[in-house]
């Protein structure tokens, strides 16, 4: 069983352009969370998402991020419009239905130049 | 508002000992606390799970307890070896069972 894969591993955006960040969670895995981690911070939530509904977005910024899970294909996280303050290490996790703990991607680091 | 704070940001000891890393919670009703490891460049790994009505829970050389009266978690690590140096997260579900994470201790066992 193919843990939760993610990519790309790295991408430099400048400034301005869209960054699209993929995840396939494990399989039969209903249920996706994105993270955001800065250099020497802590994991911040941002969004839980199952097949095709936002479960909770509380922590994604109103403007220029949204995310989603379709019926078929990977989770993708979408970030319109980079700022350099969007650099960070985008982790993507996933767990199954009955239970909690959740299995990470290796994340995608994004620089934006 | 709500806050998970771990000890201090990172903990040194000597291979052999036991580590403890603490995880004290404000503002959170949890029915369960993770543990995770993190290693640099890499994802979290899922350690352990302690459910509100346990007390204590093992697995190996790890120990998690949770107390929801003082609002805290402590995790053990016994007889500790260098390739348990590592950052430590703690982990309480959020309002919808999803999951929000302490900044972590990153520990190093020196040899």
């Known amino acids: 069983n193919a843990g939760v894969m993610q990519n790309p591993r790295h991408l430099v955006r400048r400034r301005g352009q869209e960054a699209r960040l993929r995840c396939s969670p494990m399989k039969g895995h209903s249920h996706v969370y994105w993270y955001r981690q800065l250099p020497e911070e802590g994991l911040k939530f941002m969004v839980y998402l199952q097949k095709e509904n936002i479960i909770d977005e509380s922590g994604m910024p109103k403007e220029r991020f949204s995310a989603e899970f379709p019926k078929e294909g990977p989770s993708i996280l979408r970030i319109q419009q980079v700022v350099r303050g969007d650099s960070a290490a985008y982790f993507c996790?996933?767990?199954?239905?009955?239970?909690?703990?959740?299995?990470f991607g290796p994340g995608t680091r994004l620089t934006v130049t | 508002s709500q806050k998970i704070e771990q000890n201090s940001e990172a903990l040194n000891i000597q291979e052999g000992k036991t580590a403890t890393l603490t995880c004290n919670y404000t503002?959170?009703?949890?029915?369960?606390l993770q543990w995770y490891r993190q290693d640099p460049g890499r994802g979290p790994v899922f350690l352990l799970l302690i459910r509100e009505n346990e007390k204590e829970k093992r697995k190996e050389r790890l120990k998690v307890t949770f107390d929801t009266t003082l609002k805290q978690s402590l995790f053990h690590i016994t007889a500790s070896q260098p390739a348990d140096s590592a950052t430590y997260l703690c982990a309480l579900d959020g309002n919808n069972n999803d999951m929000r994470f302490g900044a972590g201790t990153r520990l190093t066992v020196k040899p």
């Open positions: 996790a996933s767990s199954p239905l009955e239970t909690y703990e959740q299995y």
């Open positions: 503002n959170y009703s949890p029915a369960y």
